[in-house]
């Protein structure tokens, strides 16, 4: 065996349960609302910036935290940045919104940004990767070490519906209602290394895993295993991948508190040598599809023996039981603004409604741009 197939790949610890998030922002022409490519344009002007990022296409805008030790300091960080792309949009004549998918652009319009990084992918995986034009939220939540790393991330496999439906926000593609709360997952589990993470049992076998992929040229690095969950071993990181874009910030910040409250949780019981409790396979991806497909209105699997319940009775649930976490954690606002979300509506179902009053995009749209400006502007 040579010394590449056994490389190791260690886990820089997070003895804290530190936050990070990522939040990919549709780049758009304030007249149409057509998506627009602007961030050349925006980068620029704003140079090497830390937290503000080029994505693959010309149309997408990345905005990331620094580390961050609770939620509310998550929520400053990337209002604090997006205000940044505020100031310079009449400039260059761009909106911004947040949610999954844009209802109508196209994708064999959007300029792909010119990096090597992004050609090389598109000319690697082709068609589906050219059809990427999704945005999307990811959490990373610190963790001690690669065991409990593992252990967490079978764990909350049983909650992606949860953490799916929660942050729905892609009901349309190409002028079409598309009867999914999140068309965003379908199209990204398109890719090859995209979607459910495999079933690992410890954090060595999720290493040999690894450098079998890379030693079998399936991938290069590990930043392209693109799971639901996956662990970040060069930030000791868990990284929750699976949410749409929310629309609002205040969103962010609820499924933020959401996933640290249900990773601590999880941590005490593997510290305590209590069994986190992990649905079979099939039945996490059945969950997975049941939120994509109906979002808050799916009925899941909460057991191996095929108990169910509705998503709006068993949220409140477990939001009860996470209460005590949050309290901890500082995040008890945040939290409770989940079932703000169950009682005012997921993004997805305010898009539906706002279209089924005017029959237009443009309205939906004009919505979920105003959300956006509204929320961030209005955030201390």
């Not at 799971?227 to 609002?248: K, Q, Y």
Request: proline share 5%.
């Amino acid at each position: 065996m040579s010394n590449d197939f056994a490389t190791k790949i260690p886990f820089n610890s997070s003895p804290n349960p530190t936050l990070g998030v990522e939040l990919e922002i549709q780049i758009q022409d304030p007249k149409t609302y057509n998506l627009k490519s602007g961030s050349v344009l925006l980068l620029d002007r704003l140079g090497d910036h830390p937290k503000i990022k080029q994505e693959l296409t010309q149309s997408t805008i990345e905005v990331i935290t620094g580390i961050c030790n609770n939620v509310a300091e998550t929520r400053a960080d990337l209002t604090a940045s997006i205000r940044e792309l505020y100031e310079l949009a009449d400039e260059f004549d761009l909106a911004f919104a947040s949610a999954g998918t844009h209802p109508f652009a196209q994708w064999r319009d959007q300029d792909i940004y010119p990096n090597e990084r992004y050609q090389h992918l598109v000319d690697k995986i082709q068609w589906p990767a050219r059809r990427l034009l999704i945005y999307g939220l990811h959490v990373h939540v610190g963790i001690s070490s690669g065991e409990k790393a593992i252990a967490i991330l079978n764990g909350l496999t049983t909650y992606l519906p949860h953490m799916l439906a929660l942050s729905s926000s892609s009901p349309f593609i190409d002028h079409e209602i598309t009867g999914l709360a999140s068309a965003r997952t379908k199209i990204f589990e398109g890719m090859p290394t995209a979607g459910l993470p495999f079933r690992l049992n410890s954090y060595g076998e999720f290493q040999r895993f690894m450098n079998t992929l890379v030693r079998a040229k399936a991938i290069e690095t590990i930043r392209e295993i693109w799971w639901d969950i996956r662990p970040h071993p060069g930030f000791g990181t868990l990284e929750i991948r699976v949410c749409d874009a929310p629309s609002t910030l205040r969103e962010v910040a609820a499924l933020t508190a959401f996933i640290q409250c249900l990773a601590v949780s999880m941590s005490d019981e593997y510290e305590n040598g209590v069994p986190i409790g992990v649905l079979h396979t099939w039945i996490v991806r059945e969950n997975k599809w049941r939120g994509a497909r109906h979002g808050l209105d799916a009925e899941v699997i909460i057991s191996n023996e095929g108990d169910q319940m509705p998503l709006r009775e068993h949220i409140p649930q477990v939001l009860e039981e996470l209460a005590p976490y949050a309290e901890t954690l500082g995040c008890s606002t945040e939290l409770a603004d989940v079932q703000r979300i169950l009682d005012d509506g997921a993004s997805y179902e305010r898009q539906l409604r706002r279209y089924a009053e005017s029959g237009r995009f443009e309205d939906v749209l004009a919505a979920l741009t105003e959300e956006l400006r509204a929320d961030v502007w209005e955030t201390a």
